[in-house]
């Protein structure tokens, strides 16, 4: 008995010490947070452990929470949903089963997971999408474009905005019944900075003559200048996407050659001839004074120019939408971003929310004090958190109120 006790209590406090994480102070119901970060934690470092002994991609590692998330596309009482493809893109559609009180309004979405994982049929993703879907009464197409790094950029890119412009064809609008003012595009994360990059591209796009009522960006990576902003520092207290990950990400997108991953950890990798770029992106005007954390602004570092010329998509603004012109912003729809305080990626948020502003684009920024990067997924149990509710409650309301 006394041996019995003696281990349940060591395997317990073995379990607690891995479970265990150094959380920010600040960050809502931290334990309930560890709890629901142990699996990431698990095949994250599955992931370095499979690539360490060369068995396996460390992305197709990741990937295995993407599949054990995924749940087919079923219909309920409220939603029909669909499997299809638009323009050879596959996507998943939901079509509200109410009766249309006119025209509908629609959102185009687009799922996050750093452009390497992630689907449009993840419980959490399918749950959003039938959620939009029922409340508004809304059409909403969720996107599951081609992943890097077996397909880097701009592929992802040309996969959401395909799907885009040939759902905002007019015979297309027509055949589901959407009303075409009443159109968005919305994404969080990899699929927030796709969106912000279709909302651009289309400004330019000739051919396209509906025009978007709304862009929605979730915890958006915006930029892939400077990857020492004040939030990507102090980086061991960001739960979910830590410094690393995130640099891990932004190279795959454009390159599994680690040259690219070494500079960007370094954040080396813009040549000098490119420096110009970087008044799209300085913190030390862009972000209020709370934010810059008493950190002194040093200005630019650069690398070697061989890596921009081989790699040109991380100067491009397809993949940087922080990087478009003042001219370019001021023609944007109304905007919606949430940042989260404890996120390497809030300082793109909320750049981009202060230079929309300045461009006269009207933004509602939310800015969640006590939220992390990827708090949206957590709504569903045994993944459930209170925060994650009420982000999700606001985020719809905005919508419903503004779309
Ligand atoms: C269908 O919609 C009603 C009203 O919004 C809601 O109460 C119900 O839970 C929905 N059903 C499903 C399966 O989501
Ligand atoms: C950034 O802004 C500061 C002033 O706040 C200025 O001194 C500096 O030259 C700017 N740097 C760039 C690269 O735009």
């Not at 006790?5 to 073995?14: H, I, K, N, S």
């Not at 698990?42 to 068995?55: C, D, I, S």
């Not at 669909?82 to 559609?93: A, I, K, M, Q, W």
């Not at 040309?158 to 064809?169: A, I, N, P």
Request: glycine share 6%.
């Amino acid at each position: 008995m006394g041996a019995k006790l003696l281990c349940l209590c060591l395997l317990t406090a073995l379990l607690a010490y891995y479970i265990y994480s150094p959380m920010p102070e600040g960050l809502a119901e931290p334990w309930t947070l560890m709890l629901v970060l142990t699996p990431f934690k698990v095949v994250g470092q599955l992931a370095t452990a499979v690539e360490v002994l060369g068995l396996m991609n460390y992305m197709e590692a990741m990937r295995l929470i993407t599949v054990t998330e995924i749940v087919a596309a079923t219909s309920d009482e409220n939603v029909t949903v669909t499997s299809t493809e638009f323009n050879n893109v596959p996507v998943r559609l939901y079509l509200p089963r109410r009766a249309p009180d006119g025209l509908r309004r629609a959102m185009i979405y687009f799922h996050g997971g750093g452009w390497c994982v992630g689907d449009a049929g993840m419980k959490s993703y399918d749950h959003m999408s039938r959620r939009i879907s029922n409340e508004l009464n809304a059409v909403v197409v969720s996107v599951n474009y081609r992943l890097a790094p077996e397909h880097p950029f701009p592929v992802p890119f040309e996969d959401v905005y395909s799907v885009t412009k040939f759902f905002l064809q007019s015979s297309v609008l027509s055949q589901y019944g959407v009303d075409p003012t009443r159109v968005c595009v919305a994404g969080d994360s990899a699929g927030g900075n796709l969106a912000a990059a279709v909302a651009q591209q289309l400004l330019e796009d000739a051919e396209v003559k509906t025009k978007l009522k709304a862009q929605i960006l979730l915890y958006p990576a915006l930029q892939a200048l400077d990857l020492d902003l004040p939030s990507y520092r102090d980086s061991e207290n960001k739960p979910l996407l830590p410094r690393s990950l995130m640099v891990r990400f932004w190279s795959e997108y454009f390159t599994s050659d680690p040259s690219l991953r070494e500079a960007m950890a370094s954040n080396r990798h813009v040549p000098a001839e490119s420096g110009h770029l970087f008044q799209f992106v300085n913190w030390s005007q862009l972000l209020p004074a709370g934010m810059r954390q008493g950190l002194a602004y040093t200005g630019p570092t650069y690398g070697p120019a061989g890596l921009a010329r081989r790699y040109p998509g991380f100067l491009d603004p397809r993949a940087s939408p922080l990087l478009a012109s003042d001219a370019r912003l001021r023609r944007l729809p109304h905007t919606y971003i949430l940042t989260c305080e404890h996120d390497v990626l809030r300082d793109d948020g909320v750049m981009y929310a202060q230079r929309l502003r300045a461009a006269g684009v009207t933004v509602t920024h939310h800015h969640a004090q006590d939220a992390f990067h990827g708090v949206l997924m957590f709504t569903l149990w045994p993944f459930e958190l209170a925060l994650g509710h009420r982000l999700l409650n606001n985020y719809v309301q905005w919508v419903k109120e503004n779309l």
